[in-house]
Each structure stands twice: as C-alpha cells, then as structure tokens.
C-alpha cells in the first residue's frame, strides 16, 4: 500500500506570505523606466534597482548562505548590494549605488527571480529553527521597510527633474485618509508599560518591555495640516530663530528652508510634489515631508511640543479610537532620541548590525505611512530618522502638558457659563449648544482650517471683498478712530482694515477665547509695532462699556464672518443695539452677512467632503468632556448641516445615531437614535432683511457691498 503525503499548511501558508510580499516591489516598479529604476537622488536615496536587488541579497546573505555548501547566484553581488553588514565584507559606499549601470535592471530581476525559486524551496524543507524562523520573518518585514523606501527614494527623484514627472497614476497608499476628528484627548499619565513583549514578529529594538512614568498630557486627535503650515510660514515661522534648535536654526539658513520638502510657490500659490506629480497643496491634508527640526518649531510656534514615543506609544495603545490617521498617513516625529530600552539586547548573529550599532544621533518617529505596507506597521513599532532630513513620508502630532497653570479666576467664570449653557441648552425639547461655545483653542483651529476649504467660499469671498473697499470703508474713520472688533478670533481680516487706516489710534479686540485673543494681539502687535492694541475678554452677546482711556476719536464696529447669522433675530438687533450704545454716536458699523443662495452651495459650505466641519462641530462634546468632566459618546453623534427655508438659515446638527446618554454636572442627559443637538444657525441675508435689521436696531445703513457670487456683503451702518 502506498503512503499518502499531505502538504504541511504551515509551509503553504509561509510560501503565500513570501510571494506576496516579495510580488509589492515588483509592482511598484511596474511602468518605471531602466533609467528611472537606475538613477540615485541623493546620497541618502538609493536606486530602484538597488532596492530590487538588496533585498534578495538579504534573503541570500541571512538565510540561504548558511548551507555549508551554498553556491551564490553571483559572488560578485555579495559586494554590490550588501548596505551596512561590516561582518559580510566589502560593499560600495552608499552614495556610489547610483554609479553601478551594472548589472542592468533585467539581470537583477533575473537575481531577484532565481532567489525567489531557492527561498521557496528553502521554505518547503519546513525550517523549524526559532533563529531561521525569525531571521525568515526578518527577511519579509525588511523587504517591506524597502517597499516603503523605494517609494520615497523615487518620489525624491522624480523631484530632480524641471518636468515634475508623476510616477503613478494613482497614489500607491496602503489605506485612505481619515477624517478629522477635532479636539485632545487627555490622558491621566502614572507608571505605564511600553514595548513589544506580545507574541508576532518585532524588531529588536522595539523591545523589551519595560516601565515608564508619564505626568498628565494631552494628544491631538489629528495630525497637522497643510493649512496650519501655511499659516506658520505666512507668520514667519521659517524667519524667527527663537522657534528654532539652534542645529536647527543653522541647517534652515544653511539650506535656506522655507517651506516643506517639495513645496513650491508660484504667483501666490503653494504647490507639492508628490507621487502623482505636481499638484496644488490640499489645506485640509496633514502636512508631509517635515525634518524633526521644523516639527519642533512648529509645535513651538503653536504653544504645544512634541509627543515622547512612550506618550504617543500609551495613547495609541489606550485610546486608539480616539485618534485619526494614527497610522496610514505620515510617521510622526516625537521629542525622543533614538536609544535603546533598558536592557536591549540585538539579534544573535550578523544581523546583530541591523539595529545594535545605529542607535545615536537619531529621533524617533510613530505610526505609519501611506507607503508603509499593510501589516507592517505595529504600536510599539519604532522608526527613525536624522533630525533633518525629511525626504520620508514625515508629519506631526502635537502633545501638550495638562499641568500648565492658567488663569484661575477667569477659567472659573467660563467654565461656569459654559456649564449652564449646555445645561440649559440640553434641558430644552430641542437639545441645543450655544455656537460661541465651539471656540477653545482647538476650535479655532479647525475653524481656521474650514476657512480655506474649497466649498466654504464665505471667507474667501468677503477678504475679497474687504480688500477691494479697504479705501472706500475706511475713508470716513477719521484720525485717532479706534477700531473695535467683536469676536476677533486670529483677527486676519482686521489687517485688512489695519494697513489702509494708517492714522487709526487703537485696536480693541474683544473675543470669548482667551488663547485665541492674546495669540492674535501679539501677533497685531509685533506687525503694528506703533498701534495701540488693546485686547478685551469678554462675551460680545454681553458687552461692557470699552476702556475709558482710549483715544478720542470716532468709535468703529467690526464684526465681519457673517458671525451676526449665528444669533436668532431678536438676539441679533439687541447685539447690534447694545453695540451702538457701547460704541456711542457718532460712530460707524461695518456688518460681514452672507446672502442667500442656491441651498445646494450652502450645504456644501456646511459640510465639507474633508469633514473639518464635522470635526469642528463634533469637537464641542470635545470640550465639554474635558472642560466640565462631561462624558459624551462622541462616536455616538454625527454631523447634520440642513437648509432651513422658512427661518431663511443654515442649521448645524449633531445627530444620535444610536441611543446614547451623557452626564454634566449632576444632570443625566438622554438622547433617542436621530435626536439632534442644534449647535449653530447662520441666517442668510438680503438687502432689505439687512436694513430691517439695522433700523431695529438703532443704525442707518450707508452703504451695501457685494462680491460676486457666491455673493456676501459688507453692510457700513452709522449710529
């Protein structure tokens, strides 16, 4: 009788996973040319075809050269394409791969192929050595760093050249971008455990597992945008050493940096370099290609620091869906050095090189790329990166301390209010927010970041606009005037206004957002060096009188943002009539609104396809959670932007999209799948609505400005 032999699955399944894995690089150089494949960037960069070759070398040099009687496929590649391994003899110093025109492309895909048939036959002898095991394991994980490397190596490449070549069609990412989620998440710190000590494969310099105290913090639930970039340059964030590591302040002015790697501005627009070619920056993307220098200015600039890697390594293994794009976009750079645990010990054998002997000098980086492949990325994993360099797919998460000492006092008070207007709010039949309650720090961030998306058109429309009247608008402030602005926020629009009344006497923003106010008037101040600026916290729905030693000349209102939409109407004629009474006769009003118009346009500008907007409304339960100890499920509510014809509004909604309950305070607060939260309404004007209103309220319209469509106005009203 003859024996039947049955397949080992193991062997199959360890088959499956090589080809797969070793088929990706293959791909990737699909549709390259022999000239693509063979030329090198840069000394950090390497050829298409190196990579190509290197990692069967790998697979030659770690596994299948162990056979005493081993032949290799050629000697001569034991020279050419060994990287680092002193142990594995001579090799061509890296920035000289690129002088190698031999062996051609196809001989190393015939190496390539003919490594391949000997690992599968190595494979099918079923090796049960836990060394050979895992320097197998090694082999595939390598080969995936390389699939990740010849992405950004030929991305560099393509770089170099004045044709701004795309390399692909379509954007070789291993998953799609996550929406915004808004807001920190707040974590209590105490004695964690970070490092790998779980089973699966890890590198070793991800381990061992070990104890680290963490002090309280805080980690932004999204990754910086290419619109916070922007407005780091636009306030001259490359210019000011004192944001900059001093070895980072010398390569800036050394490499004379001024924007992320591949950025480019042309007549006023910024531009990037990417995989696909040239294209126009997407505000609302996470920035890309940033060294661990110009991270930590950012972070800086913007009043937060960089994550450690035991910080971002507890959140992202605490709270993982609490963030977006934690891995799948950009690695991110943290304020660690990359060292080793306390008591690493490297791979037994040659390949004790691969991290034993490289830890100094670096930083680490968290998370995942784009380019990283499915599968290879891991919480504990450990990537790292000279601090300035920033040809690799790098970004950034900003962390802050939760122990920074604030004003007590004025915390207090607004803590209080907002705990009574989401009480009061939440206890009526239509649960309800105030909208001034969106504006914390992180608000007015994403607000910011909704104001250069495509379909909100209202702010691109109306700085048109302002600077188009500039002259007209300020031509009857007088000397001396004084310019009061309600609910300032980054106070943008006020410059406008600012360089075409060159006599103006003082600035007085008001707004309810103390960090927002004072960022500003630093800012207004260190560009106005001879304004008087003077800020004012408060509430503009409960207006104070203004200082009493501001200069003598006429008073000026500003509220531009259509913000005066946001208030019912009766709350709007008595906003603008207490502002009457505060600013006194005499004085002038210059109104932003936004017009009505096609429904289709508005929804759009209200519910963006990047879903900042939805972050932006979502992050109120953000706030409350961390500002009043609240506990709303905000994966439970999602956003709802809705015409309302008859109140002639846009309405905003956080809809239950199951039954859910939340607690502020000591009030139980209950929400039925499909009930809403009505956090804002922006009622869109017409000319007469506009004069309607204004004579309520005590003012007299003198003129009426409109852009052209989507159309706003600025309404001037005198008192």
């Known amino acids: 009788m003859n024996a039947r032999s049955e397949p080992d699955p193991r062997v199959a399944s360890d088959v499956a996973r090589f080809k797969s894995v070793r ?16 030329a090198q960037s840069m000394a950090d960069c390497s050829p298409g075809k190196w990579h190509l070759a290197h990692t069967s070398w790998f697979f030659e040099a770690m596994i299948l050269s162990s056979d005493p009687g081993y032949q290799p496929v050629d000697p001569r590649f034991q020279q050419l394409f060994n990287s680092y391994y002193e142990a594995l003899g001579e090799r061509v110093r890296r920035d000289q791969r690129g002088l190698m025109t031999r062996p051609s492309v196809d001989e190393v895909l015939a190496y390539r192929r003919e490594i391949d048939r000997r690992m599968v036959a190595w494979l099918a002898q079923g090796e049960t050595s836990g060394h050979q095991r895992y320097l197998f394991e090694l082999g595939l994980h390598h080969d995936q760093q390389h699939q990740e490397l010849f992405l950004m190596d030929v991305l560099n490449l393509m770089s170099r050249s004045p044709l701004d070549p795309a390399a ?14 808004g807001g920190t998440v707040a974590f209590d710190g105490g004695l964690v455990t970070i490092g790998h000590d779980q089973a699966g494969f890890a590198f070793d310099n991800e381990g061992p597992a070990h104890r680290v105290w963490l002090e309280p913090f805080a980690l932004a639930a999204d990754l910086v945008t290419n619109g916070d970039w922007i407005a780091f340059i636009q306030d001259g964030g490359y210019s000011r050493s004192d944001l900059w590591l001093s070895d980072g302040w010398a390569t800036v002015k050394a490499e004379g940096w001024t924007a992320p790697l591949y950025w480019r501005l042309a007549d006023g627009d910024w531009t990037v370099m990417g995989l696909t070619g040239r294209k126009p920056v997407d505000p609302a993307a996470p920035v890309r290609h940033i060294s661990f220098y110009e991270a930590d200015a950012f972070a800086r600039w913007a009043g937060k620091r960089l994550p450690s890697e035991a910080e971002w390594e507890h959140a992202a293994a605490s709270s993982p869906d609490a963030f977006s794009n934690l891995a799948g976009e950009v690695w991110q750079w943290t304020s660690s050095a990359y060292a080793p645990y306390p008591g690493f010990q490297p791979t037994p054998g040659t390949a004790a090189e691969y991290n034993g002997k490289f830890m100094a000098n670096q930083m680490v980086l968290r998370g995942g790329s784009l380019a990283t492949p499915p599968g290879h990325d891991r919480i504990t994993y450990r990537n790292f990166f000279y601090p300035q360099q920033r040809w690799a797919f790098m970004g950034l998460r900003l962390a802050e301390d939760r122990t920074v000492a604030r004003d007590a006092a004025a915390d207090d008070a607004q803590t209080a209010a907002f705990r009574k207007d989401m009480i009061e709010g939440l206890s009526r039949a239509q649960k309800a927010v105030p909208p001034k309650w969106f504006y914390d720090a992180d608000g007015s961030r994403l607000f ?9 058109y209202p702010t691109r429309q109306e700085m048109a606009l302002l600077r188009d009247r500039a002259a007209e608008l300020t031509a ?6 004084v310019l009061v602005e309600f609910g300032s926020g980054a106070s943008e629009k006020t410059r406008i206004l600012l360089d075409a009344a060159t006599d103006l006497g003082a600035y007085v923003p008001l707004d309810i957002s103390e960090s927002a106010l004072m960022d500003a008037a630093i800012r207004v101040r260190d560009d106005y060096p001879t304004l008087r600026v003077q800020p004012v916290l408060g509430d503009f729905e409960h207006l104070a009188p203004l200082p ?9 209102g500003f509220f531009p943002g259509s913000t005066i939409g946001n208030l019912q109407p009766d709350e709007a004629e008595q906003f603008l009539a207490a502002a009457r009474r505060m600013l006194g006769e005499g004085a002038l009003f210059i109104l932003g609104v936004d017009l009505v118009k096609d429904p289709a346009i508005l929804v759009a500008a209200y519910d963006d396809s990047q879903g900042v907007t939805a972050a932006f409304n979502r992050n109120v339960l953000i706030r409350a959670n961390h500002e009043l100890d609240a506990d709303f499920d905000v994966d439970a509510f999602v956003h709802r932007a809705v015409w309302n014809p008859d109140a002639s509004r846009m309405e905003m909604h956080l809809q239950a999209i199951a039954p859910t309950t939340a607690h502020v305070g000591d009030r139980t607060f209950r929400f039925m799948t499909g009930e809403t939260i009505h956090t804002e309404s922006s009622r869109k004007f017409t000319p007469e609505s506009i004069q309607a209103m204004a004579a309520a309220s005590g003012w007299t319209v003198v003129r009426i400005d409109t852009s052209p469509a989507p159309s706003v106005a600025l309404a001037v009203l005198r008192a």
């Open 476 to 481: 009857d402030f007088g000397p001396d005037a």
């Open 548 to 556: 009493e030693d501001l200069p003598s000349g006429r008073r000026i």
């Open 23 to 38: 088929a990706r690089m293959i791909d990737l150089a699909e549709g390259l040319s022999a000239e693509d494949l063979s």
């Open 448 to 456: 910011e970041d909704i104001t250069v998306l495509p379909e909100y």
């Open 168 to 181: 692909y069609e379509i954007e070789p990412r291993a998953e799609t971008l996550q929406i915004r989620r």
